[in-house]
């Protein structure tokens, strides 16, 4: 083999590590910025004599006044608390509508299907102004369940449509002979379809808590009350005074938002793949 070929040969190994090495440095930039600036002291802050992406003296009375001056860990538990709630029914219901979708014949299912995903192109911004109305209705207002209610609203058309495609590739063959043995459709559902869609549920389930974790227009137009605030509105409002930004608590109240979807992820990630793909693939 010639010094040409080999060096060909060799500069194609290398350019997937290249980019990877290129997409970790982007991807990682953010978290590193947010590191560094929920460590730094705020005389190295704001006296711009440390160059941005360096720290000579480490401190930790960011992470102490955002313990210890706010309700960090009371909006961090209604974040929780929302996210689960609001992701179990829209699961639930995504899971049924997408079954009927894919397996039950009935006239105009397609169209329904598209309209479904339809919906979830309609931005936020337009939908929670009637939302606000029918909240108010239900004297929700400054409650946390204003959000569990209104969440699914974004949240279920792209998982029933995301699952009405994984649904489609399961064998309709599996169904067909529990039917015949006597099986209901719902406990073929519940007992055949469900167990072999997990990769499917699990996209859904990550798609739905990631949006629940982070939506911020529901949350500021229904609730006001500073102890019933999520995460992203309680950093937010709470740190930001005007035109003063305490970027110190700020980055690290941002740091400490993203840890629970990043260790999600990391553990999930083979079958958010295998979810993702089948669905947006299929039908």
């Not at 010639?2 to 290129?22: E, M, Q």
């Not at 209901?184 to 055949?192: A, E, G, H, T």
């Amino acid at each position: 083999m010639s010094s040409d070929s080999s060096r060909g040969v060799g500069t194609r190994v290398w350019v997937p590590y290249l980019v990877i090495a290129a997409y970790l440095v982007v991807g990682l930039f953010p978290f590193f910025v947010m590191g560094i600036t929920a460590v730094k002291p705020n005389a190295e802050l704001y006296s711009g004599t440390t160059p941005p992406l360096m720290v000579r003296r480490l401190t930790m009375e960011h992470y102490r006044f955002l313990f210890e001056q706010t309700d960090f860990l009371r909006w961090f538990w209604n974040s929780t608390l929302v996210a689960a709630l609001s992701t179990s029914v829209s699961v639930v219901i995504s899971s049924m509508a997408a079954y009927a979708l894919a397996r039950v014949r009935f006239r105009g299912s397609t169209p329904m299907g598209i309209a479904i995903f339809l919906t979830y192109l309609v931005p936020p911004t337009l939908l929670f102004i009637p939302l606000v109305d029918v909240v108010a209705r239900l004297r929700l207002a400054d409650s946390i369940w204003s959000l569990v209610l209104t969440y699914p609203t974004f949240l279920v058309p792209f998982s029933t449509w995301m699952l009405t495609g994984y649904f489609k590739t399961i064998p309709r063959e599996l169904e067909e002979c529990a039917m015949v043995d006597g099986a209901s459709r719902f406990r073929v559902l519940l007992q055949i379809i469900l167990p072999l869609a997990v990769p499917g549920l699990v996209t859904a389930t990550l798609f739905s808590f990631t949006l629940s974790w982070g939506e911020m227009i529901y949350a500021v137009s229904f609730i006001s009350a500073t102890p019933l605030k999520t995460l992203p509105i309680g950093v937010a409002t709470s740190l930001v005074r005007g035109d003063v930004y305490f970027w110190g608590p700020l980055m690290a109240g941002a740091l400490l938002a993203s840890v629970p979807i990043v260790l999600v992820y990391s553990f999930l990630t083979e079958y958010f793949v295998s979810g993702l793909t089948a669905g947006a693939t299929k039908g």
